[in-house]
Structure formats: structure tokens, C-alpha cells
């Protein structure tokens, strides 16, 4: 079985976006690429998603910044669909099933049994 890193994406939910772009900024000392996907606006943070972990300040509704206002994508192997439908017998909640992220594959979000929000990620 090949190894991958168990931690794949995160995202920082923002109210003010423009506030939070240049806070993030500011701080790290770099310019954020700005990118959007349906319903969001994204300003990706400083990484090389070839060697490691990326992430985001995002705006997107229903989210909300604050305590719980970062979600961590968690990578799977093979099919997305298989983990969504073994959630709900485990006690989870699919919060957002699969949609597609092109040219990133697919991502889904869930509650787990102790309500923390987490988001799976996967190329199929």
C-alpha cells in the first residue's frame, strides 16, 4: 500500500475577504494567488502542492470564520463515493456531497460523531 500524506488541503473561512487577503499578506511576507470556484472567493496561501500541504483563505457561504472556522481536507485513496456512503452507518453527516474541483478531482464534506466538519479529498 503506497503512503500518502493524511492531510491534503485547508481552508480559512473569512467574512471580509479584502481584510483577511491583506492581513495574511501582510504577515507572510507574500502576495496570496487569488482564485474563486463556484459560491467562493479563495486567496491560495504560499506552498508547493507537489512536495506538501496547500491551503486558503476562503469566502464562501455558509461557512463562517471563528472557533471551527477551519476545515481540513483529509486525502483518499480510490473512490470518494465509498467513504461518503460508509459515513453515515459510522455517525456521521455528509454535510456537502461530491462535486468536482477541476483540475484538483473531487471534494466532499462531513460532520463527524463529535460535530467537527472535515473535508475529504480525492481524484476519483
Known amino acids: 500500500m503506497s503512503q500518502i500524506n493524511a492531510l491534503n488541503w485547508f481552508e ?3 467574512s471580509d475577504f479584502d481584510r483577511a487577503r491583506t492581513f495574511y499578506t501582510a504577515i507572510l511576507g507574500q502576495e ?3 482564485s474563486a470556484m463556484e459560491g467562493s472567493q479563495m486567496a ?5 502542492l507537489e512536495k506538501g500541504v496547500g491551503g486558503a483563505l476562503t469566502k464562501m457561504d455558509g461557512c463562517a470564520p471563528g472557533p471551527g472556522g ?3 481536507y483529509l486525502n483518499v485513496e480510490g473512490q470518494l463515493d465509498a467513504v461518503l456512503e460508509r459515513i453515515p452507518a ?6 456537502r456531497p461530491k462535486f468536482p474541483i477541476p483540475p484538483h478531482g473531487f471534494i466532499a464534506i462531513f460532520s463527524d460523531p463529535e460535530g467537527n466538519v472535515v473535508g ?3 481524484m476519483s
Open 120 to 122: 475529504l479529498h480525492s
Open 44 to 48: 491560495i496561501l504560499p506552498c508547493d
Open 70 to 72: 477551519t476545515l481540513v
Open 12 to 14: 480559512i473561512y473569512v
Open 32 to 34: 496570496l494567488e487569488l
Open 90 to 95: 459510522a455517525g456521521g453527516h455528509v454535510i
